[in-house]
């Protein structure tokens, strides 16, 4: 019943959609065209290749440091997302690589489909479809939901976060946790985990007794769009185009985009860990807090701070893909680094384990992967000393569908974390209980 209703809804829509195709300016990534690698075809689209490698950490960073985004690590391989200049370059410094086939969901004649997704995979909710949803459950759960737009995007969306706690109209003196959703473009199963996690905790509210207890006993903030502007222009022709940053204009540069999770305000391009250059995937922008909804996020977070405290305590960022429980720092390979100790590694390393074994992902430092710098995690941690993870969800390989996953998994592997979740949320009042040292931190 709700496909078909979601279906009627398109289709009354199609000719305001069509307008608006017809007038959006093209940004300089192509579409995909299914069976080929976008870029094969436009030097400057997006595609994804497989290098066959060994590789340390060090050269994984190497890689990075070419602009390009690693989206896979295997013991024998890489997937990256390159552009045509960017595999040339890959190809110079010695890598051999091979083009993978671009997503192969066809784009639907209909122009009720335009700024949708492909008609395969219709359970997915696009902007307006997931808005509808999350004002569906608020009003179903308003004594356990609050919901405030926190400010706009670029092009003028509502970002919005939904508290959830028995009181959520008061601030109480309760452990706060933060579980942010799609800060990359093509990353569109992360939306339908903030959703996902919406349902679970309002059908299960006063029937479940770990969800009440949560409920009850922490306020939880879902943040479950932070860069509606790229999953939009992502499914603007009603196929996928891998785009990844957000969608603003890049002074001197005829390239949009700001890769949101290299723009946190945190050794921001401390460390070879993003580039410089507009075209790049990982572009990090003109400045800290650059991109305006990045910004909106940090302000909000920063607002969390009560009487000098962060009352904000834990928090999850929601990616695809790979199947990885991370945890900072991303900018150094070290396990301690100033601003965080052995006991902050140990506590952070000790539950990110926990979750991990209870979702089947793999658990390790950010930088264990390649380094990165201007991430959210380490802005988290070493602005905020938030306890802040990174879920890389389904699939674990390109193969499983990569960053389009069929819409048949979604219920699977959104559940999938429903209990890795309540555990970060359980852990929010004490983190160092993991390691024994909650008198040591924790006692009042």
């Keep these: 019943m ?53 590789s340390a950490p060090s050269e994984r960073s190497a890689i990075a440091a070419t602009g390009v985004s690693i989206d896979e690590v295997k013991p024998d391989k890489l997937v990256v997302s390159a552009d045509r200049s960017q595999a040339r370059e890959l190809r110079t410094l010695g890598h051999e690589l091979k083009p993978l086939p671009a997503p192969s969901r066809e784009p639907s004649a209909s122009a009720a489909k335009v700024f949708d997704f492909p008609s395969a995979d219709a359970g997915y909710h696009n902007y307006a479809e997931a808005t509808a949803e999350i004002d569906r459950l608020v009003a179903a759960h308003s004594a356990i939901m609050h919901k405030q737009v926190i400010g706009k995007s670029y092009e003028g969306r509502d970002i919005v976060a939904v508290k959830v706690s028995d009181n959520p109209a008061s601030d109480e ?76 204009p890049n002074r001197g540069s005829s390239h949009r985009g700001t890769d949101m999770n290299r723009n946190w305000d945190y050794r921001w391009g401390c460390c070879n860990g993003s580039s410089t250059s507009p075209r790049d995937d990982t572009y990090r922008g003109a400045a800290p807090e650059s991109a305006p909804e990045v910004k909106v996020v940090a302000d909000f977070v920063r607002g969390r701070v009560v009487d000098g405290k962060q ?27 100033p601003g965080m100790t052995r006991d902050d590694r140990d506590a952070f390393a000790a539950v990110g384990r926990k979750m991990a074994a209870s979702n089947g992902y793999k658990p390790m430092q950010s930088s264990d992967l390649y380094v ?73």
Aim: aromatic share 10%.
């Design 2 to 54: 709700r496909l078909r209703n979601r279906r009627d809804r398109r289709v009354a829509a199609a000719l305001a959609l069509g307008i608006a195709l017809a007038v959006a300016a093209p940004l300089t990534a192509g579409a995909s065209q299914p069976g080929r690698s976008p870029a094969a075809a436009d030097p400057e689209a997006v595609g994804q290749y497989e290098i066959r490698s060994k």
């Design 173 to 248: 003196d309760e452990p706060e946790v933060l579980l942010t959703h799609h800060q990359h473009a093509r990353e569109h199963l992360t939306v339908e985990m903030a959703l996902y996690l919406l349902r679970e905790f309002g059908d299960d509210y006063g029937k479940d007794s770990r969800i009440t207890q949560a409920v009850a006993g922490r306020e939880i903030w879902i943040l479950p769009d932070l860069n509606p502007d790229g999953g939009e222009y992502d499914i603007a022709t009603g196929s996928y185009r891998m785009w990844r940053k957000n969608t603003q």
């Design 311 to 337: 009352q904000i305590t834990a928090g999850i960022d929601f990616h695809t893909y790979s199947e990885l429980v991370l945890w900072p720092y991303g900018f150094t390979t070290g396990d301690t680094a």
């Design 372 to 444: 990165t710098d201007g991430s959210i995690d380490d802005w988290l941690w070493g602005d905020q000393k938030v306890f802040g993870y990174t879920f890389e969800m389904y699939p674990s390989s390109n193969r499983d569908g990569g960053f389009y996953p069929p819409d048949e998994v979604i219920e699977r592997e959104t559940s999938r974390n429903r209990d890795a979740v309540l555990q970060l949320i359980e852990s929010a009042d004490c983190m160092y209980r993991s390691i024994g040292k909650e008198q040591q931190y924790c006692a009042d």
